[in-house]
């Protein structure tokens, strides 16, 4: 059985939204996932009856607040122990579920994870990663937001944590790691790029790719793409909202639906597909989607979720990041 | 008369791609228009030759030179004074041209520039601006890679060049500056950020329209985005790159012209239309260009460098720059 606690307060469409994408999780999966809806009771009890009564493997757990958006996420976490939140992260905690996703406050998600999952040894900050669709494979991006400054050795730990995520969960053997970077020269770039790029050079349990620019983002050709969360924050809402636009343009010219000639271009700009990003380096798995996901987006990140514990990537990433050679900081 | 100074030695197609845009620029231009180009002497005579012959207005400066790409840009400024870009500025320094037009490396004609024509007093670093479209107007992002880090002040040093640049320029009298962040609220991102937010707020000569996330950039909700160059030189490669593959898609998808109900789409996406971005803060007009450029965005360049000769803006952001309270750094 795989126990996803979800966050039913977070999120623009809560409660409703993550009561609909539970139940198309467990409608879809074939009978290993169990849900757990964090919030509060009443409410979700009469969600569930409004959608048609509750189903099989649907429980709720009660969590008497939520975190709201305005509120400082460190200080959210601490001062609302029964938020759904922090609920929910602690089930995780104490065994009684293996993964947590929310839709709600992601920085609430990021200090409650490192306050009650803890750490991951040898990592310094955990990193949120994207999947970012590509005109090849999708690549995974990190960090896309957990950090506004990172140090080289914090690139470096991001590297790993992302080379073992796409090799558990998007089955690639060997991952060819990029750094995001202003030129394709080991030169190039801020102080700790340059570092960044030496770090990566030297280690041998890294297939490194190089500097990776921006124009060749969108070309695929590495799996995953490190950097600082200030420009991976920048650069993953602003292809969002290009492909948000150009979809919605295409379709709007063609009265409503794409034309089937356009479908390449969607593939490339289509990110309700992922739905859900990791955040990476914490002992746990947890999930976080956008504030405003449609259903169809929490339930994929549902399945991410589960898929992350059947794939036991925590245990992965605990023994790579052992096997770590201690480097000069 | 206003003359421009044109790198035939630049761009991955010279001498024939500025040779062409040179011919182009000065058939469309009503007479005003003045052409030199700066190469190789025999190289360029062959080539004006071989295009049809020299057109009235334009003429050959000879230089020996040219700075490669590979090259180290303020060692190739220093040790080539006879390349097509030392030749080009000094032409402008020695009051023999009024602008500088260059396809060839943008770390030297930006070496070049600081060297030959100096900085406007109370500007530490120029920096390069680029006119991309949105779905509302135009915007200028700068910097897009004049510097990889930068400070608060040179963030406010920006939102002024780039604000005179775009009233003088673009014909908006008061416009709105925005900070690129990964939030919205003043605390978002990192320490160089909040101070720059900062500083911009509370300077009553500009028109702060607070920070701008990724995803507002299509949105077009200011006119001037300021950000440093490291994520500004990320974000405009990414754009570029999005658009192209995107309009080679709707191109291949519809038999090779794009549907006119799809020119909505190209408004937003068509690079080729600005082609040339300012180096803002020098004491003088330089506008580089990409090296792949075709002819009609190196043509749009000398038109540019043209109107912004005709503006006088130098003397404006010179005007602008003195005005500005000193303030601590």
Known sequence: MIRVALDAMGGDGAPAVPVRAARAALA???????????GGPDVLRREIDASGGRPARLSVVAAAEAVEDDESPARAVRR??????????????????????????????MAGSVLLLGSLPGVDRPAIGAVVPTAAEPILLLDVGA??????????????????YVRELLGISEPRVGLLNVGEEPEKGDDVAVAAHDLLRSDAALRFAGNVEGHRIIEGDCDVLVCDGFVGNVVLKFYESIAGRVVALLEEASGGELRPEHRG??????????GGAPLLGVDGVAIVCHGASPPRAVRNAIGVAAQAVRSG????LERDLRSMAPRPR
Request: hydrophobic share 40%; no cysteine.
């Open 313 to 316: 990537i925590v245990d992965e």
């Open 147 to 164: 950090n506004v400054t990172t140090r080289p050795r914090h690139l470096r730990q991001f590297a790993h944590l992302g080379a073992i």
């Open 80 to 109: 609302k122990p029964d938020s759904s939140i922090a609920v929910g992260l602690r089930l995780q905690r104490e065994g009684e579920a293996d993964a947590f996703v929310s839709a709600g406050s992601t920085g609430a998600v």
């Open 28 to 38: 879809e999966d074939d009978g290993e996932l169990e849900v757990l809806l964090v």
């Open 265 to 274: 271009i969607r593939r490339i700009l289509d990110y309700a597909e992922y």
